[in-house]
């Protein structure tokens, strides 16, 4: 039988096991390849924290060519002496403990801190794996405030982690946003809850710190307020009711001036603007959205790679067809996420598995998934779960055969079959 004993062994024994993936996982990395934790867009978040804490935002203090042996996920301009990174430093924000005990491991030990040695990317890889664990316990406690059972909610965790891309950038690619944004995301999602019973404003004002810090990690995550505005609310004048009052305003708009002056301060640095767009021609064509491609291409499509998410999608339809007002609010947040990332420049997002943005939402996905399973008969949620299952085996199979960058064409399934077949 499943006690109270196996259910608080859960979560120790899980973050044991993917302490040891990660690092498995890491073990001939050099550190300095697209394998890295530490490459590509990971390096543009991260190089935040050597630039403080190291060299003084001196371009020329740093080693030679690190931005280039790091991916070109940001620019050493030597002319002007500056650090440049288009990511914003929200990333940088929640990896500053596992950074700076890094740190102070080398200069203890060595001395020569350059937070580019490999102590520096243990500990982000350290990072990300508790962050992804603290965003798996919230989710499981918000599955629990919702009457499932321990056993249930701790198989769905399972699930959500073995059968979707959060697998990937929780062991493969801890350093980029995207573990990030899921811990934040479950936590919003708890404390929307937890507002919503209990209207304190304690809670209130953390919502809108998790919200603006979250936004500062990844702004496109900004879709999430659509959870905070529908939450619990059936009609339009209570959802305008809900998000125009003073203090709703007040505390948000607090959270957001706090969070993002060190961002200003830095844009101002960088390019002599206040507020600056680092990405400059990089875009969005609305257009012309890839809605087809990002969920069905073989080249980081969605569901290719995570085919239960479709699962997840249509159950989610279905409650919000029924009026389920927290399925309506995550069936919306997907749809208009959808369109933002299909109409992106590069709607691929680069070497990536599965289409990467979609990652971090798997958080509001599971949960009318998990509400509407534990209401269906035995022989249902059997064969569910045991296609769940299927398909989570399907994709860890697919993780350990994919390189982490796609050599096809948008629609080459040969190359697709060569990958899962392997």
């Not at 399925?327 to 070497?351: E, M, N, P, Q, R």
């Amino acid at each position: 039988m499943y006690g109270k004993f196996s259910s608080r062994l859960f979560f120790p024994l899980l973050l044991g096991l993917c302490i040891f993936l990660v690092f498995n996982r890491h073990s001939r990395s050099k550190f300095n390849d697209y394998h890295s934790v530490n490459w590509a867009d990971a390096g543009g978040y991260y190089v935040y924290l050597p630039s403080l804490f190291i060299y003084d935002f001196n371009a020329h203090a740093f080693p030679d060519s690190i931005d280039h042996k790091s991916g070109d996920g940001f620019h050493l301009d030597h002319q002007t002496g500056k650090v440049l990174t288009k990511y914003n430093y929200g990333v940088s924000l929640l990896q500053l403990p596992f950074f700076l005990s890094a740190h102070v491991i080398t200069l203890l030990t060595d001395g020569n801190a350059s937070g580019y040695q490999p102590v520096y990317y243990r500990a982000i890889m350290i990072g990300g794996v508790i962050y992804l664990i603290a965003g798996l316990y919230l989710v499981r406690k918000i599955l629990r405030r919702k009457g499932l059972s321990e056993k249930l909610s701790d198989l769905l965790i399972i699930i959500l982690l073995c059968s979707t891309n959060l697998y990937y950038y929780g062991i493969n690619s801890p350093g980029f946003s995207h573990v990030y944004s899921f811990f934040l995301f479950a936590w919003f999602i708890w404390l929307t809850g937890e507002y919503h019973r209990d209207q304190n404003n304690r809670t209130l004002a953390l919502i809108a710190f998790v919200f603006a810090t979250a936004v500062l990690v990844r702004v496109t995550n900004v879709f999430i307020l659509i959870y905070f505005i529908l939450y619990g609310q059936r009609t339009l004048n209570m959802m305008v009711h809900h998000l125009v009052r003073p203090k709703v305003i007040l505390y948000f708009l607090l959270a957001f001036v706090f969070m993002f002056l060190p961002q200003l301060i830095y844009w101002k640095y960088a390019s002599g603007d206040l507020v600056s767009d680092m990405y400059g021609n990089e875009g969005f064509n609305f257009t012309d959205p890839k809605v087809a491609e990002i969920l069905f291409s073989p080249y980081n499509g969605l569901l290719p790679y995570t085919p239960v998410v479709l699962l997840l999608i249509i159950i989610t339809c279905y409650l919000a067809v029924k009026k389920d007002t927290e399925a309506a609010a995550v069936t919306l947040i997907f749809f208009v996420a959808l369109y933002f990332f299909s109409s992106w420049y590069s709607w691929t997002f680069g070497c990536s598995y599965g289409s990467r943005p979609f990652s971090e939402y798997m958080a509001f996905l599971i949960l009318p998934f998990g509400y509407w399973i534990s209401a269906t008969g035995k022989t249902v949620k059997t064969v569910i779960l045991a296609l769940c299952v299927i398909l989570s085996i399907f994709n860890i199979n697919t993780i350990y055969h994919y390189d982490g960058c796609w050599y096809g064409g948008i629609w080459d399934w040969t190359e697709y079959l060569r990958i899962i077949l392997r």
